[in-house]
């Protein structure tokens, strides 16, 4: 009886693989997907390929199958776009097809499944979103209004360094101090405060539910239940840690942020268009129904990574490469001399009398791009990409480091020149008006804050260049470059030190 229990079960058993392989291939013979290493059943290629599909091992597989290419990642199709054409269609083209974000397991817990503005799918939400941040955070009004802050910023850099004996001497991990500095930029637009010292509490416990936020939601530790749903419930562990996070750190930003805004608010008089900081902005629009308190809290949370981190991680690559090209460094720093007098400090307007130093922070950008992958893009529908099926819900990656790295349409892209941008790429901007240099992207989904990256890092890196000589430590030619690439982020691997040498004026 048992026997024929089990027979009858081997033999469903082998009519369901029949069936699915017939299935398969009947679906296998209608789509044309894009060309990609084979696929084994249930993990796909994910045991070939491996966890850490980083800008570089994404761009070994493009020069073997081509500027489009698929991977199966369990259950999850990855979609590779590594040609300028290519990347066009996607950002630009059908940029209403391909302009929504693929979420995951972890990041569905840190967006509250997409009640925010980075991750949400391309619709109405976004929209909404989009257009409530753009005044209080996105102008040049904004630029105009926090210009003074940043610049005085910069200036207590400057300070803090040449009053740190050890600056001069056996140097200083520079990158401690720049991210007080980009905590108080940012935390001085959302909601007109700003940090003391390194050591403020309040500095420290956001800082840190910062950085686990980002690491739990960079590393590749989860991939494997994000690619293969049974294996899921293994994942547990992980997802309480991330849910824990979340919840610590929305709370840290009502208590302490949103709340102390609302009261300060609510003492102050009706009319004062001119103080409003960004949550106040926000804040009407919640007033008005437009949103809700979760989707202000998001916001604030969205701020906090794509604003701080990244252009971080971009000053901290610049000073690395200034450094290690000490050449490039002293002609910036004549540039500056020339241009501004020497010691007469650089301000906002000031940065665009100085193309050498639009260029250093061009390169900066090009070789070691923060986001490198952009942000993950996804096609809600089934969609038609260079003559080939994508699958609807498909994880789209614009290698946009391949594009601005790829020798084919750069002159030995390996090398850090500053000088190609005045030369033969006189012309390209980082705004998207060339398609194999989008360090911002390009298109619906693109950066909005290049608005404000840019002229914040044209005012720190020429505020340390005029009036430090940045070097290597004591017994080190150079810093090491290492890079540690995320699910889509790029930065350095170790916190260097440097020796920041005072200048005299
Ligand atoms: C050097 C600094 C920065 C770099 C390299 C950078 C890069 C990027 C990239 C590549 C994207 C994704 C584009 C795409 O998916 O097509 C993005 C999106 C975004 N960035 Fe930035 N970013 C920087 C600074 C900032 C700043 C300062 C802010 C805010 C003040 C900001 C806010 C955003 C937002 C809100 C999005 C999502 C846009 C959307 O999904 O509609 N970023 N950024």
Redesign the pocket.
Known sequence: MDLLLVEKALLGLFAAAVVAVAVSKLRGKRLKLPPGPLPVPVFGNWLQVGDDLNHGNLAALARRFGEILLLRMGQRNLVVVSSPPLAREV?HTQGVEFGS?TRNVVFDIFTGEGQD????VYGEH?RKM?RI?TVP??TNKVVQQYRAGWEEEAARVVDDVRADPRAATEGIVIRRRLQLMMYNN?YR?MFDRRFESMDDPLFLRLRALNGERSRLAQSFEYNYGDFIPILRPFLRGYLKICKEVKDRRLQLFKDYFLEERKKLSSTKPADNAGLKCAIDHILDAQQKGEINEDNVLYIVE??NV???E??L??IEWAIAELVNHPKIQKKLRDELDAVLGPGAQITEPDTQKLPYLQAVIKET?RLR???PL????MNLHDAKLAGYDIPAESKIL?N?WWLANNPDHWKNPEEFRPERFLEEEKGVEANGNDFRY?????????????I???P??GITIGRLVQNFELLPPPGQDKVDTTEKGGQFSLHILKHYTIVAKPRVF
Do not use: D, E, K, Y
Request: charge should be positive; hydrophobic fraction near 65%; glycine fraction near 6%.
């Open positions: 950002l974000r503005m980075v991750f949400t976004w989009r941040m955070f996105f940012m637009i969205n701020i794509a604003a701080i990244t252009t991680w971009s950008l791009m923060a986001i952009l942000v993950p893009h614009v946009a989008l360090p911002f992207g390009v298109g619906r989904r693109s950066c909005p804050g290049i404000l990256a840019l914040i890092l």
